[in-house]
């Protein structure tokens, strides 16, 4: 499967504690998204890289948020002393060099806060 | 501040019967105009798209409208089939740079 890959796809854990969530791309893409979703909403946007460059970043990616793309493949995203709020399904996109207008999604990372 | 809206949060349909599904959106500054398909348990696909300079575009059983003058845009569905039926979003491009705006999605229910 060349699809994008998100891992852990279901992460469970207690508020105040760290979690950090990978995505791997489709192999050409060089912009890679990161979205939130939360129950009865559209995706939100979180920040956007090209290559390793993070180029846009939302006003809702607060300070314990933080996002990476270091060689310009993978990318994390890591939320720190997590909150119940934080709670959400965090999706992840990739496109190619080049405007499609079509984003690639990934299934998922679905985080529960308790 | 929802600058993409999708008012109807479900929509049943016959099967064989038109879909129409309802986006508007508030900022003149979106360019390029998305569909998007869920299933649950997986991440959002692909449908359709509509650049602003164009009022309509088509692929196959799928067609979107797009009104400017009213910020509004719909996708036709013609003949619905039961494996349409999932949550469909709206999404739009800033022209300012790569961030897209999602509507709340429409979930379909197309009836055997």
């Known amino acids: 499967d060349t699809g994008v890959s998100q891992d852990p796809r279901h992460k469970i854990t207690k508020r105040g504690q760290n979690v950090t969530f990978r995505c791997d791309p489709i192999s050409e893409h060089n912009r890679l998204y990161w979205y939130r979703q939360t129950l009865g909403q559209g995706p939100e946007f979180l920040t956007y890289f090209q290559n390793e460059a993070q180029l846009e970043k939302s006003r809702l990616l607060s300070d314990r948020f933080s996002a990476e793309r270091p060689k310009g493949s993978f990318s994390t995203l890591e939320i720190q002393r997590t909150e119940q709020g934080d709670s959400a399904m965090y999706l992840c996109?990739?496109?190619?060099?080049?405007?499609?207008?079509?984003?690639?999604f990934g299934e998922g990372s679905r985080l529960t806060v308790l | 501040d929802q600058q993409v809206k999708q008012n109807s949060p479900s929509l049943s349909v016959q099967e064989g019967r038109i879909s129409i599904l309802n986006c508007d959106y508030t900022?003149?500054?979106?360019?390029?105009f998305l569909w998007y398909k869920k299933y649950p348990a997986e991440g959002p696909t692909f449908l359709i798209s509509i650049s602003s300079i164009k009022d309509k575009n088509e692929d196959g059983r799928f067609t979107v409208f797009l009104n400017k003058s009213a910020k509004h845009l719909s996708l036709h569905i013609v003949p619905s089939q039961p494996g349409d039926s999932a949550v469909y979003f709206c999404a739009a491009r800033l022209n300012t740079g790569n961030q897209f705006y999602f509507g709340t999605g429409t979930s379909l229910t197309v009836i055997p």
């Open positions: 900022n003149s500054m979106f360019d390029y």
């Open positions: 996109a990739s496109s190619p060099r080049g405007w499609t207008g079509e984003l690639f």
